[in-house]
């Protein structure tokens, strides 16, 4: 008579259900609760505490006493002892085989992990040429910018990109200055302003102010964007970077945006990791292809305030 499972069967079934349940099930309710358009897979490491937790707990329900143990145990005797017919024992000694070799072949199979080879750190097979000899137009500001710059200081309308300006009339408002300029309270800024209001400003005072609006501007962007990978003090430590095997780069590491001339350091940021060459694999890099979401004003604006937050300055071009 066989109204009620053996032991041996409820027991593998129960670990078999609880495991699919943890694999797919949580998942599945997952991605219903957060509406994401995949599932949210359990971590490996937890499917394997659930899972020594379940056996334990079906290991003491299973010798708590005699009786359970003896059912349980009566399918495996028989099946040692040969009991069974012909086909269920070859079946049984294939199923056997077949999933040691699987666990074999799984530990021995070469997985996706961390490739061994060092990584090229700067690829530049498809970098364009002509980039080589660019120079950053944000530190190189041209007379007439420096004359227009004077004017606006001049009637208190020194312009601001739109990111930055929430802070300053934030900061205008509680403070009622006027001028946006005093939100930089820097010295090259003061004397700028004294300047100014004196009606004897000078090109070099007046250039010295616009970088420094500039680096400001550039800071912010900085801020907004490559900060979260980057970190704040730009040593690629932000709050993400640990999510990325390949890191966000240290940028006051020496072997890195100091040793390569500001127009590749355009390029890349431009380009991001999509953007990398064939030698640059098998890594893939995180970083965003930024030409899709910041200006080419704003790109170079923050590679100023890149290289001057690293303490850095890009190597010079060779001339040809
Ligand atoms: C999602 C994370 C992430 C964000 C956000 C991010 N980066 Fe990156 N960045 C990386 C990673 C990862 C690398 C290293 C891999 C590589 O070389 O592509 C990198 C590399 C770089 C490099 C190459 C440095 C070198 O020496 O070759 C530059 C330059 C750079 N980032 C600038 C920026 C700037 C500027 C921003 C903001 C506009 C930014 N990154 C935002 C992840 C990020």
Known sequence: MMSRLNKFWTTVLTIIVIYLLIKFGIPAVARQV????FPLPVPGALIFIYMVLVLVAMFLLVTFDDGPLNEFLRPIKRF????????VRTIGIVLISLAVGWYVYDNVVPKITAPLALRIQHPSSNFPKKMEDAQNPMTNPTEAQVATFIEQAKAGEVQFIEQVMPD???WMDETGEEDPLLAINTPAIKKFRAAVEAGNVDNETARAALLEVRLYMGRALYAMNCRACHGDSVAGDGPMADGFKLRPINFTDNGTIETIVEGYTFWRVENGGPGLPL??????????EWKVSLSEEER?????????????TPRMPEKH
Do not use: Q, V
């Open 168 to 170: 300053i009339e934030a």
């Open 34 to 37: 957060t509406g994401l358009p």
């Open 80 to 87: 040692l002892r040969g009991d069974f017919t012909k086909p």
């Open 279 to 288: 030698e640059a694999t098998p890594w893939d890099s995180a970083m965003p």
């Open 300 to 312: 170079w604006l923050i590679i100023m305030a890149e290289y001057d937050l690293a303490e850095k």
